[in-house]
């Protein structure tokens, strides 16, 4: 199906609409956060939302990043408890890139919502895909392995039914799906900085695991990971933004909102210049992956790389500006606990630093085109 401009902003709006209770009653102050289980529903088996990535061939499928993002921003905005980076992102697009039968069958079967998947990716603070992970048996797609290996932090692993695990197999490269709960799987819940966001150590001990396909582009499906992740980032700053905006209208000071004085009025103006800037380089990553999806090339492949990092860079440099110095403007409100200012925040710093933080992004992409122009 082709989705235009207008149904996008549908799309948006939907989501927002479905998200907007927001996280309050699904929040652990000592744990990780429990599933919202109702919006998921919605979002899957009424909204369809987990089957944007099918292939065009599907009659539920043809829609790609740019529709994903849409989705995960708005959910973003509202901090929605749900795995929708994990499972309607990450795992999508690396079984869509996979693009065997058993990967697409599984994809199939995220799309009617009855499981959920992450991606065991080797380690959550590098830009760069080196599988540590190993497999023992057949390459050949359907097969099963064995995997050994572990991973410090993976997003949404206690909750998933599948974990996808890129895995090193002699001198080739596999995806390989393994069950959770079993057999040599174990996942340790983990409390991070983001409240809304469960986490998990895994450890894989010869746990049993399907072989869905070898030879995957491991560093683009990373790389549209790092787009998505752009998506919640600015969903974020312009959730912050909106607040405080509207708070500088409403808060009452020396007889006047807040917002008439310059100070406050500058601000907000310079935040939304941040704003603009992040939403603009997402506009030019999300279009680079649609085109590595419609066309997956090497020169492609090279563009998705720069603008997913320059993104990353910008993206997470404006969510976590936006959500601090919009906490500042709502004054002694956004330091308590009972106002979301505080979750917003530690949304935006735990995405800045996953799969790389903004200097490391600046570097990768200059480094990258310092090494085209080289070559030039």
């Known amino acids: 199906m082709g989705i235009d401009a207008r149904e996008r902003r549908e799309l948006a709006a939907a989501v927002r609409d479905a998200a907007a209770p927001g996280p309050r009653e699904f929040l652990d102050e000592t744990g990780p956060p429990h599933r919202d289980a109702r919006l998921w529903k919605v979002l899957t088996e009424q909204m369809g939302l987990a089957g944007l990535l099918l292939p065009e061939s599907d009659p539920d499928g043809g829609a790609g990043v740019t529709e994903v993002a849409v989705v995960l921003e708005q959910l973003a905005r509202s901090l929605a ?89 002699g001198t080739h490269t596999v995806v390989v799906a393994v069950e959770v709960p079993g057999r040599g799987v174990t996942c340790s819940a983990r409390n991070g900085m983001d409240l809304t966001r469960g986490l998990a150590a895994v450890d894989l001990a010869q746990a049993p695991g399907t072989v869905l396909g070898s030879g995957v582009d491991l560093q683009a499906a990373l790389d549209l990971t790092l787009v998505l992740i752009a998506a919640e980032q600015v969903g974020i700053a312009q959730q912050c933004h909106d607040a405080a905006v509207q708070w500088a209208k409403e808060r009452i000071q020396f007889d006047r909102p807040i917002g008439q004085f310059q100070a406050v009025k500058h601000r907000l103006v310079d935040l939304l210049m941040e704003l603009e800037l992040a939403r603009s380089a997402l506009d030019v990553a999300t279009v680079a992956g649609d085109d590595y999806l419609a066309a997956p090339t090497a020169e492609h492949a090279r563009a998705l790389t720069v603008a997913a990092s320059m993104a990353k860079a910008r993206c997470g440099t404006a969510a976590t500006t936006v959500a601090d110095e919009s906490l500042h403007i709502l004054g002694g409100i956004g330091f308590t606990w009972e106002h979301d200012a505080h979750l917003y925040l530690r949304r935006a710093k735990s995405l800045e630093v996953l799969f790389g933080t903004p200097a490391a992004h600046r570097a990768r992409f200059a480094n990258l085109l310092l090494g085209e122009a080289a070559h030039a």
Do not use: F, K, Y
């Open 81 to 169: 408890v749900v795995p929708g980076l994990s499972s309607l992102g990450s795992a999508a697009i690396l079984l869509r890139l996979t693009g065997t039968e058993p990967a697409l069958a599984l994809l199939e079967r995220l799309a009617q919502g009855g499981v959920t998947a992450t991606v065991m990716w080797p380690d959550p603070a590098a830009p760069d895909v080196v599988p540590e992970v190993v497999a023992d048996g057949a390459v050949d797609e359907g097969t099963e392995n064995r995997v050994t290996g572990s991973a410090e932090i993976v997003v949404d692993a206690a909750d998933a039914d599948i974990l996808l695990v890129p895995a090193r197999n």
